[in-house]
C-alpha cells in the first residue's frame, strides 16, 4: 500500500512524464498488434480462393548432394509437379514474394 501511495505522489508531481510512459506503452501495444495483424494474414492464414485450406499441401524437391548432405527447396517445376500429381484432384500455383 506505501508502494502505491509513492507512486501515485510521483505521478502528481511529475504528470507529463506519465502521460508520456502511457503514450509509449500504448503505441508499443498497438505497433505490436497490427504487426501481429501483418504476420497473421500474410503468414498463418491459408491464400484466398481456397475452397478447402485443410487439404492444401507444399510440396519440396529434396535432394542428396555430395558432401552438403540432404537439401530441401521448395523450388518445383509447376509443370512437372503437375503433369506427375495422379492423386489429386487440382493443382494451384501460389508464390509469395516479399518486396526488395
Given at each position: 500500500m506505501q508502494d502505491l501511495?509513492?507512486?501515485?505522489?510521483?505521478?502528481?508531481?511529475?504528470?507529463?512524464f506519465?502521460?508520456?510512459?502511457?503514450?509509449?506503452?500504448?503505441?508499443?501495444?498497438?505497433?505490436?498488434?497490427a504487426m501481429f495483424g501483418v504476420v497473421d494474414r500474410l503468414?498463418?492464414?491459408p491464400p484466398s480462393g481456397i475452397?478447402?485450406?485443410?487439404r492444401v499441401v507444399r510440396l519440396y524437391?529434396?535432394?542428396?548432394?555430395?558432401g552438403f548432405g540432404v537439401q530441401t527447396s521448395p523450388t518445383l517445376s509447376y509443370a512437372s509437379s503437375k503433369a506427375k500429381a495422379l492423386t489429386t484432384r487440382s493443382t494451384r500455383l501460389y508464390r509469395f514474394n516479399l518486396p526488395r
Open positions: 501511495r509513492y507512486a501515485l505522489r510521483g505521478i502528481r508531481r511529475q504528470p507529463w506519465a502521460a508520456a510512459v502511457a503514450l509509449t506503452f500504448g503505441l508499443g501495444i498497438g505497433a505490436n498488434a503468414f498463418l492464414r475452397g478447402q485450406p485443410e524437391k529434396r535432394q542428396t548432394i555430395q
